[in-house]
C-alpha cells in the first residue's frame, strides 16, 4: 500500500490547495477538518481520499487522525488579524501545533512540513527584502496573528529533533478557493465591490496559491530538516496590488493615498464598534499598523534548493478574481462583467 500523507486545514485556503496537488499526484491522503468546516474545498472523497473530523484541541481526534500516517502537512491556522476574544488566535495556532506535532511522535510519523509564514519573521521599515537566516525584529511582531505565528514556529522548530521536520514560510497567497476569505484575499474582493477608495503607503509580497502548495510537496521531498524555506513571489506596493487589479478587471484604481496617520483613528473606531458587536472591524487596527512596515520578502532559497517555480502574479491575481466571481462574492451583473473580461484576456 502507497504512504498515506495526512492534510490539516484541508477546508481552508493553502490546505485545499496542498491537498489537491497530492490527490492529482496519485497519493494516498487523510483531510482533516473540523465538523463544522464547509466541506466544499476538500478533494472528492475515494479509494485514495479519506476525510475526517477533528480539532486540533481535541487530542484523542489527532490520535485518531494519524493512524498510519508517513507524511504530516500541517497547515491549519487560525489566520485572522482580529478576534472577539483576546488570546484565542495565539492559543489556537500555539497549542494546536504542540498538539499536532505529539501525536505526530506518538504515531511514528517519518516526515512533518509545518506551514509557518512569513508573519513569523517580522518586518523592515528599509524595504530590504527579509529572507530565512535574518534575525527576527520581535517589535514588529504586530498584533496577535504575529506573535502566534512567530510562537508556533519556534514549537515546531523544538521539534526538528525528534521528527524529520521542515518548515514552509508561505508570503501572501493569492488565487483561487479563498473561501472565508483571507486578510489578503479580502484586500481583492473589496477592490472588486469598490470600496477602496484611497490607498496608504506601505508594501507586501504576493504569490499564487499554487505555488505555495508546491512549495509544500517540494519540501517533503527536499527540505533540509530544521530549516526554513519562504514560499514568496513578488514584492509589491499597495499601489502597484490594485494597478495590477485595474489591468485584469479593468475597475479604476485609487488614486488617492493617505498618510497611515489619518487612517489610524479610523481603525481605532472601527476596532471599538466590532467589540460591541462581535463583528469584524471594517477597518481592522492590526491591519493599520502592519502597514508602517514593509512586508517584503526573498523566496531565492526555496527556488534554488527546493526547484519551486513561481507563476506571474497578474495570474494570481486573475485565478483570485475569477473564483470571487463564479462564487457567489459578488453581484450578478458584476460577476458577468468580470469572468467576461477574464474569458476576452486569458493568462
Not at 513578488?234 to 479604476?252: D, H, Y
Request: proline share 6%.
Amino acid at each position: 500500500m502507497s504512504p498515506l500523507s495526512l492534510v490539516t486545514g484541508a477546508t481552508g485556503f493553502v490546505g485545499s490547495w496542498v491537498a489537491s496537488l497530492l490527490h492529482e499526484r496519485g497519493d494516498r491522503i487523510r483531510c482533516l477538518h473540523r465538523p463544522s468546516s464547509s466541506t466544499k474545498n476538500l478533494p472528492p472523497r475515494g479509494a485514495l481520499v479519506e476525510w475526517t473530523e477533528g480539532d486540533l484541541l481535541d487530542v484523542s481526534s489527532l490520535d485518531r487522525a494519524m493512524e498510519g500516517v508517513d507524511t504530516l502537512y500541517h497547515v491549519a491556522a487560525d489566520y485572522r488579524l482580529w478576534s472577539p476574544r483576546k488570546g484565542e488566535i495565539l492559543h489556537a495556532n500555539v497549542a494546536g501545533t504542540r498538539n499536532i506535532l505529539d501525536a505526530a511522535l506518538r504515531a511514528g510519523v517519518k516526515r512533518v512540513v509545518y506551514c509557518s509564514s512569513v508573519a513569523a519573521l517580522g518586518a523592515r521599515t528599509d524595504g530590504v527584502p527579509i529572507d530565512e537566516f535574518m534575525p527576527v525584529d520581535r517589535q514588529s511582531l504586530v498584533g496577535e496573528y504575529k506573535l502566534s505565528k512567530y510562537e508556533a514556529e519556534q514549537v515546531a522548530l523544538s521539534y526538528a529533533g525528534r521528527l524529520s521536520l521542515v518548515v514552509v514560510n508561505p508570503s501572501a497567497p493569492i488565487g483561487g478557493r479563498d473561501i472565508k476569505p483571507t486578510p489578503t484575499g479580502r484586500i481583492v474582493l473589496d477592490f472588486l465591490k469598490g470600496r477602496m477608495k484611497a490607498a496608504i503607503h506601505t508594501g507586501l509580497n504576493v504569490v499564487h496559491v499554487r505555488d505555495v502548495a508546491e512549495g509544500h510537496l517540494r519540501a517533503a521531498l527536499h527540505g533540509k530538516v530544521g530549516e526554513k524555506y519562504i514560499l514568496a513571489g513578488q514584492n509589491m506596493t499597495l499601489c502597484e496590488v490594485f494597478q495590477t487589479l485595474e489591468k485584469v478587471t479593468g475597475i479604476p484604481a485609487p488614486t488617492l493615498t493617505v498618510p497611515r496617520g489619518v487612517v489610524l483613528p479610523l481603525a481605532y473606531v472601527s476596532e471599538g464598534i466590532a467589540r460591541i458587536t462581535g463583528r469584524e472591524p471594517m477597518i481592522p487596527l492590526e491591519g493599520v499598523r502592519m502597514a508602517k512596515k514593509l512586508m517584503y520578502y526573498n523566496g531565492t532559497r526555496a527556488v534554488r534548493e527546493l526547484g519551486l517555480s513561481l507563476t506571474p502574479v497578474e495570474e494570481a491575481f486573475q485565478d483570485a478574481v475569477r473564483y470571487f466571481a463564479s462564487s457567489g462574492y459578488l453581484a450578478p451583473v458584476l460577476s458577468g462583467r468580470l469572468l467576461d473580461r477574464l474569458a476576452s484576456h486569458p493568462s
